[in-house]
């Protein structure tokens, strides 16, 4: 099968959606299909194509939304001479923006089923637009937009947790099949056994981190908005006042990095590392004893899956996001307050056999979401769209004689 990605965001960048659609393409390649993808180019105005990796970046422009974050021109003509000769079977589309809309209008236009990922719970964002005023109105226009792109311009629709499937199922009602298929991870590169002492103690020393230190981490997008990061800085400093040896890791790029650095610039227990290169992420997870998020926004939470095969047990809010992979004192503790989360650091820190009993139990439940079965239970999503393509031809068709 000759499959066409299309993405907003693409590696080098690190985010979930990225995560999620390299491991698609891993697991679709390594079952004999090939696999193209489509997006922007976030470092210059030209098109590039990489016909050995087949990936085309199109030119983008500032957004104004992030500082990392741009938009295609809709219908990108260079870039169509190049895709058709693809001879794509399906279209898969993993954003509802520029490049969204440009694999819709190419499916369209080749007839090519098409088939959508959606990523992001927009509900979660929509205070940032509205600032309180024109809520329900806002909520109407959301779900319309959203009920419209994800059912009436797709075959297929796919989300990656039962949180995602009741937002268009019970919220807005969707009549259509959703199909719920949790995103792979390649748990393998995150285990401990990949990794010698001496390299890892090499990177401590370079982070300033001792191996008696206990230390939490967070793998993310540096945004507060989208990650409720003060939640997790304002409970370190009252654990930071109770162990010294309790640091903060915080691992990623953002917007409001600079920020959280300035606020912080005193407390020398909180370490930020920027941007880390996706090939050297895992290297990173083995400095951690405990995973941590305060995320609200997330559909899946991958990093959570990443940490767990790392053998870190999770520390999370209590999220529908989270409850696909985290067993509540199992491999993971949840909390729903800054008083449960410091609880819930300070019994990990101080059972030490709680603490391994629950990273042991953290690292077999990760095996789940191996790569492995993703692209199986995708590629049955594409034969349905492909079957359901061929079904609506043909009725035309009947229609047509017909007249």
Request: proline fraction near 2%; charge should be positive.
């Given at each position: 099968m000759r499959i066409g990605i299309f993405t907003e965001v693409y590696?080098?960048?690190?985010?979930?959606?990225?995560?999620?659609?390299?491991?698609?393409?891993?697991?679709?390649?390594?079952?004999?299909?090939?696999?193209?993808?489509?997006?922007?180019?976030?470092?210059?105005?030209?098109?590039?194509?990489?016909?050995?990796?087949k990936i085309l970046k199109v030119p983008g422009i500032e957004s104004g939304i992030y500082d990392q974050f741009k938009v295609s021109p809709i219908y990108p003509i260079r870039s169509t001479s190049i895709i058709r000769k693809w001879k794509l079977d399906i279209i898969h589309t993993h954003t509802e923006g520029s490049m969204g809309l440009y694999g819709r209008l190419l499916s369209k236009q080749f007839n090519i089923p098409i088939v959508h990922t959606y990523h992001t719970m927009y509900e979660d964002y929509m205070y940032l637009v509205t600032k309180g005023h024109f809520d329900k109105p806002a909520h109407k226009v959301l779900e319309y937009l959203t009920k419209f792109y994800c059912d009436k311009t797709v075959s297929e629709l796919i989300v990656p947790t039962k949180k995602t499937y009741d937002l268009f199922k019970i919220k807005y009602g969707m009549e259509r099949e959703v199909n719920i298929i949790p995103t792979g991870i390649d748990v393998d590169r995150f285990k401990k056994s990949n990794f010698s002492k001496n390299e890892i103690n090499e990177l401590k020393n370079k982070l300033g981190i001792s191996k008696d230190d206990f230390v939490l981490l967070l793998v993310s997008r540096i945004s507060e908005e989208q990650k409720n990061i003060k939640f997790l800085i304002d409970c370190h400093k009252v654990l930071s006042r109770k162990f010294k040896n309790i640091k903060?890791?915080?691992?990623?790029?953002?917007?409001?990095?600079?920020?959280?650095?300035?606020?912080?610039?005193?407390?020398?227990?909180?370490?930020?590392?920027?941007?880390?290169?996706?090939?050297?992420?895992?290297?990173?997870?083995?400095?951690?004893?405990?995973?941590?998020?305060?995320?609200?926004?997330?559909?899946?939470?991958?990093?959570?899956?990443?940490?767990?095969?790392?053998?870190?047990p999770v520390v999370c809010m209590n999220d529908d996001?989270?409850?696909?992979?985290?067993?509540?004192?199992?491999?993971?503790?949840?909390?729903?307050?800054?008083?449960?989360?410091?609880?819930?650091?300070?019994?990990?820190?101080?059972?030490?056999?709680?603490?391994?009993?629950?990273?042991?139990?953290?690292?077999?439940?990760?095996?789940?979401?191996?790569?492995?079965?993703?692209?199986?239970?995708?590629?049955?999503?594409?034969?349905?769209?492909?079957?359901?393509?061929?079904?609506?031809?043909?009725?035309?068709?009947?229609?047509?004689?017909?007249?």
């Open positions: 590696k080098p960048y690190v985010s979930g959606v990225v995560t999620s659609i390299l491991m698609l393409k891993k697991s679709l390649e390594d079952l004999g299909h090939t696999v193209y993808v489509v997006t922007i180019n976030m470092d210059k105005m030209k098109y590039e194509y990489d016909d050995k990796n903060f890791l915080v691992v990623g790029d953002g917007p409001d990095l600079e920020y959280f650095k300035d606020l912080t610039k005193d407390n020398k227990s909180i370490i930020y590392t920027g941007m880390v290169p996706w090939n050297e992420v895992a290297k990173y997870y083995q400095i951690g004893n405990v995973f941590v998020t305060a995320s609200k926004t997330e559909t899946q939470g991958l990093t959570v899956i990443e940490g767990m095969a790392a053998s870190l996001s989270f409850k696909i992979a985290v067993i509540e004192d199992y491999n993971g503790l949840f909390f729903k307050n800054k008083r449960e989360y410091i609880n819930a650091i300070t019994t990990l820190y101080k059972d030490k056999n709680k603490y391994l009993m629950m990273s042991k139990q953290a690292l077999k439940s990760s095996s789940q979401f191996s790569v492995k079965f993703y692209g199986q239970r995708i590629l049955e999503v594409y034969k349905r769209a492909i079957d359901s393509s061929k079904e609506s031809l043909l009725t035309k068709l009947k229609k047509i004689i017909k007249k």
